[in-house]
């Protein structure tokens, strides 16, 4: 069951009216360095979603700004702290923000302010972000997934709930259509962003693919840590996990007649294009996961998004 809406302030308007409202919003209230600071911090620490902003509604890129530098946030929060404890403090702060937001007593932080402004004009259920949030506070219990199982069921509550916020964004998450899709797209999305951040998080002594695929492929998790990409059976591991990306996308698209997305979605469905821009850059280096050249940002990725806008594709 969806949660109930707060109160719209502009329930009529059109397009232009609630543009102009929002405008006033952002000059009566300091918005605008609410939303800069979303905007950057997205831009830093999220290229990928950053590339595709541009292609929702120039009212509506604040809201997007606000959501994904909410999803930064809880992401990068179990790197940012010394123990589980101040973890899990920092995680009250945020469901106490989102009740306060809901209640238009945002706290004095730019994201909860700019998530309190996207809310008076998009319909963002509070379940979602409480999801999102009993979902991350989860990782200072579990350095790692045993299983897919386990992997999928934390996707769903993660990058697909962020997709789902934003098909809430455009106003269109009634479709289950959409809301299928996007369900698998955050999945192919996490597996992803875990690839591209193995490396990084095997020189902390973690390995992100599940256990039950590393077991398979006897990949021990020693070796891997000393010895990264060169570790007995970590490219085949890497493989399986790819493939399971791959098949996740490829279902997504499937539920598009023709594989054409109506306008009105294109602009969530984009974020699969460095999705499958990544796989394909992981394969062309034989599934090493480690090799230099995937830690450096993809020149042509801009075009490509933009070329599969163009196209109505993702």
């Known amino acids: 069951m969806r949660t109930p809406r707060p109160p719209q302030l502009y329930p009529t308007l059109s397009l232009i009216s609630r543009t102009r409202a929002y405008a006033t919003d952002v000059r009566s209230s300091g ?34 700004f606000a959501i994904r530098a909410f999803n930064v946030e809880l992401a990068m929060m179990k790197e940012q702290v010394s123990n589980a404890a101040i973890g899990q403090m920092r995680m009250q702060f ?12 945002p706290p004095q932080h730019p994201i909860a302010l700019a998530l309190h402004a996207a809310g008076r004009h998009s319909t963002l259920p509070a379940y979602h972000f409480n999801r999102i949030i009993d979902a991350r506070n989860r990782d200072f219990e579990n350095q790692s997934h045993m299983t897919m199982e386990s992997l999928r069921a934390y996707s ?17 998450s009634s479709s289950s259509v959409y ?46 840590i000393r010895k990264g990409g060169s570790a007995l059976g970590i490219s085949d591991a890497v493989y399986e996990f790819a493939c399971i990306a ?15 997305v109506p306008r009105e979605a294109h602009p969530v469905f984009l974020s699969a294009v460095p999705v499958a821009s990544y796989l394909a850059r992981l394969e062309a280096v034989d599934f090493d996961a ?11 990725l801009p075009f490509s998004v933009w070329r599969h806008r163009s196209g109505g594709r993702f």
């Not at 918005?31 to 120039?58: E, G, M, N």
């Open 156 to 172: 769903e509550s993660t990058s697909s709930t962020a997709f789902y916020l934003l098909l809430d964004l455009l106003g269109i």
């Open 246 to 260: 791959k098949e996740e996308l490829d279902v997504a698209r499937e539920q598009f007649d023709g594989g054409k």
């Open 94 to 105: 945020w469901r106490d923000s989102i009740k306060r937001i809901y209640m238009h007593q």
């Open 290 to 300: 480690f090799d230099p050249s995937l830690q450096m940002r993809d020149w042509k």
């Open 179 to 224: 809301s299928h899709a996007a369900s698998h797209l955050g999945l192919a999305h996490s597996l992803t962003t875990l690839l591209r951040g193995l490396p990084f998080h095997a020189s902390k002594g973690h390995i992100v693919i599940p256990t039950e695929i590393t077991a398979k492929h006897k990949v021990r998790h020693e070796d891997v």
């Open 31 to 64: 918005i605008s360095d609410a939303t800069a600071y979303c905007q950057k911090l997205v831009q830093k620490h999220d290229y990928q979603s950053f590339l595709t902003s541009y292609f929702y509604p120039r009212y509506l890129q604040p809201g997007y």
